[in-house]
């Protein structure tokens, strides 16, 4: 009895705790905004955009404002040029994500006004004000998280105000534009079927709902609401015809209705996971990297593009999904979030590229597998081969831009990596197996054995950087390609005959150079070739994101990574920042200087969260996500570590980090000092956890039931499919 009584004392106050983790956030998502005070200036623009960011993960919306006209730029994931680059022959006819067009609304007599605009994180809802002669406009818009559907509602305060509503799109000699109007409803479509691998054709109807017109009087203390549905030809055969059905049904309480399903999506994706720290500028910049990914990033087949937000015909970089990283960054804090639905998009072009991939190991190098340019489109498209805008020089191979570089390939497996060892889903892993062993395969005949280790050569660190002798990033990449299939052959029960070969290859691979600089020993980028690159910081990325360094990794390794990170000092980097806050976390960097480093980095935004000055776009969304994730519940290397890379004294919660092992994680710390733990598992597998009280010992509680106790540095807890495990210091 008295042991039934201490149980349910333990179980009581464990549940008061953890279900406090989102009452005790020190500001929910709902309190936080972002503001504009003046009109944006790079909107439309060839890269990112410093407009208030709507979308649903299909469609997105920004807009705009100069003279009397109110724009919002519509763009959709599928809507792409989809070109052949054999026949390329002018400097603009090549592949890109394109402009569905805009919303354009006309304000008479509201030349250049007083500007402002609020915009709420909780669910994107955008207000904007304008202020003229003593009277105001104020329009709210939102991209509805269950449909292809923006509205608009327009008020006035003060004085009437005469409206035209158009539509409209770059103009471009290779798109197919028609348009029509019947009252108050206008259709748009735009296509690029002409000289194309893939014809993609996008449809835009717009209706005023509260309007016999597309011209109109807003009145004073009246509302008038436009409806705009977006669709395209890869959703639906006939887009025009569903977008005008769409359309058509719009009537008075749509956007009341439309807003109620709107609102229920948000509050569950915020519920997939909860972060509490008690710094709100990083609060805030959390929410805002989570906020972005879930209004760009939700078609399992068209992942965004560099900048999410298109607004241009001419996207720089081409808006490609480009290999080295830039494609890969935006995604890294999803699965340590559990926001799996928007990570999954990641995954479709690299495997949707897998043909071409093995033409040009064939083709290039030789090899089995696959081998990857800088830069891919969606559906197996080629964007960057015999690109115009690139002359040919040694960068090119059988006509691939690949900048000399190896790795796009096995960089291209660290986010399918990262959702694995996250959630152990055992479709997913059939899913990313025939990619990640074209990988292993490349890798495989690749590599060359000399005097009894494994070595790179003719692999470039850099773009254009030169034949490198074992490149310190591709390195780290190889040994998480053979961790990664050693744990894919095993759970999936495939291939186990080849097991002996990749520990062979991660026993003898070479070790990662080394060199002194500035009196201290560091990494070196390379082991013949490059050195050092005074503006990037490639020469930590085997740290993270290839996951080939530990706080288990030994003390050699630590003080290299730890010395380097101190040289290097880029944290602030407009190439490198998503992945420099993780490795000085990763390998135990002083905490409060990551800590100080990572608030500066997030003051330094436009409103809209994108970096200020870097025109990257989306890639680093969620670096301060990542960050926090990784400070809160460390797991690489199957070793649970809470609140390691804190600064010390923090009081903080979490709740439902996943890590490695398919573990939900929830933990509460209060001055520093651990409070509770809880641990759900998915999987049934075994979890390694370093003691949150150190040097005490921990009661285990199994689904509410006391299951005895463990002590130690650290220790190892079997665990059954769907089990709840609480710890609590004794």
């Not at 067009?101 to 007083?114: F, K, Q, T, Y």
Request: aromatic letters at 10%; glycine letters at 8%; one cysteine or more.
């Amino acid at each position: 009895m008295k042991q039934t009584i201490l149980t349910l004392f333990l179980l009581s106050n464990c549940l008061t705790g953890i279900s406090q983790t989102r009452k005790a956030m020190v500001r929910p998502v709902s309190s936080f905004h972002n503001t504009w005070s003046k009109p944006m200036v790079s909107t439309p623009s060839r890269n990112k955009v410093d407009a208030p960011l709507m979308g649903n993960g299909d469609l997105t919306m920004s807009l705009g404002y100069k003279g009397e006209v109110l724009s919002y730029y519509l763009s959709k994931n599928d809507f792409w040029r989809l070109v052949s680059p054999e026949t390329l022959a002018r400097k603009d006819d090549v592949s890109g994500p394109r402009p569905a067009g805009s919303a354009d609304i006309r304000i008479e007599g509201l030349v250049n006004a007083d500007f402002t605009a609020t915009q709420q994180l909780a669910n994107g809802v955008t207000i904007c004000n304008f202020a003229s002669d003593g009277g105001k406009l104020v329009f709210k818009s939102w991209v509805s998280a269950v449909d292809n559907l923006a509205f608009v509602e327009i008020t006035a305060v003060g004085h009437a105000r005469r409206i035209s509503v158009s539509l409209n799109a770059p103009h471009n000699q290779q798109a197919r534009l028609k348009k029509g109007a019947e009252a108050n409803t206008l259709w748009m479509t735009r296509a690029f079927a002409d000289s194309v691998d893939m014809a993609t054709e996008v449809a835009v109807a717009l209706k005023v709902i509260d309007s016999g017109d597309s011209t109109f009087t807003v009145e004073p203390g009246k509302k008038v609401t436009i409806s705009i549905a977006v669709e395209s030809n890869f959703k639906r055969q006939k887009p025009l015809q569903f977008a005008l059905t769409q359309i058509k049904k719009a009537g008075k309480t749509t956007a009341g209705l439309q807003m109620a399903k709107h609102d229920v999506w948000w509050q569950t994706y915020w519920g997939k996971s909860s972060v509490s720290i008690e710094d709100t500028i990083l609060m805030k910049a959390y929410y805002q990297g989570l906020y972005t990914m879930a209004a760009c990033s939700r078609d399992p087949r068209f992942p965004p593009g560099l900048f999410g937000w298109v607004t241009s015909d001419d996207p720089q970089w081409a808006g490609d999904y480009h290999l080295n990283y830039n494609h890969q960054a935006p995604f890294y804090s999803l699965y340590s979030a559990n926001r799996l639905e928007q990570g999954i998009p990641h995954d479709a072009p690299l495997i949707d590229f897998m043909q071409r991939g093995q033409w040009y190991a064939k083709n290039v190098t030789g090899t089995r597998g696959i081998l990857y340019p800088v830069g891919i489109g969606p559906l197996g498209i080629e964007v960057t081969r015999n690109h115009p805008r690139y002359p040919k020089t040694n960068n090119e191979e059988q006509g691939g831009l690949f900048f000399g570089q190896r790795s796009n390939a096995a960089y291209g497996l660290l986010n399918m990596a990262q959702y694995w060892r996250c959630t152990y889903d055992e479709r997913y892993g059939r899913k990313i197996y025939p990619y990640a062993l074209a990988v292993a395969d490349f890798w495989e005949d690749y590599l060359r054995f000399e005097e009894g280790r494994y070595v790179i050569y003719n692999d470039a660190i850099h773009e254009g950087s030169g034949a490198d002798m074992n490149p310190i990033l591709t390195l780290g990449l190889v040994r998480n390609t053979f961790n990664l299939m050693l744990d894919l052959s095993s759970a999936l029960k495939v291939d186990q005959d080849r097991q002996a070969k990749w520990r062979d290859i991660l026993d003898k691979l070479s070790a990662f150079p080394v060199q002194e600089r500035n009196g201290i020993r560091v990494f070196r980028y390379t082991e013949k070739g490059v050195d050092w690159w005074e503006n990037n910081g490639l020469g930590i990325q085997h740290i993270y994101p290839a996951n080939a360094i530990t706080l288990d990794s030994g003390d050699e390794l630590l003080i290299l990574s730890r010395n380097t990170i101190s040289d290097m000092k880029r944290f602030q980097d407009a190439n490198t920042s998503s992945s420099f806050f993780m490795a000085a976390i990763r390998v135990g960097y002083d905490p409060g200087i990551v800590f100080s480093e990572l608030r500066k980095y997030a003051l330094h935004t436009y409103p809209n969260g994108f970096q200020l000055n870097n025109p990257h776009g989306i890639e680093n969304s969620c670096t301060v996500a990542n960050a926090l994730n990784e400070m809160l519940c460390m797991s690489v290397g199957n070793v649970i570590r809470l609140f390691r890379g804190l600064p010390e004294g923090q009081t903080a919660a979490f709740e439902d980090l996943r890590a490695w092992g398919a573990f939900l994680i929830s933990a509460r710390q209060v001055n520093g000092r651990v409070a509770e733990v809880r641990i759900k598992s998915e999987r049934g597998k075994v979890c390694t956890i370093v003691n949150p009280w150190p040097g005490r010992t921990v009661r285990v509680l199994r689904n509410g039931r006391l299951a005895g106790s463990v002590s130690g540095e650290r220790f190892t807890l079997p665990t059954q499919v769907g089990e709840r495990i609480d710890l609590l210091a004794d």
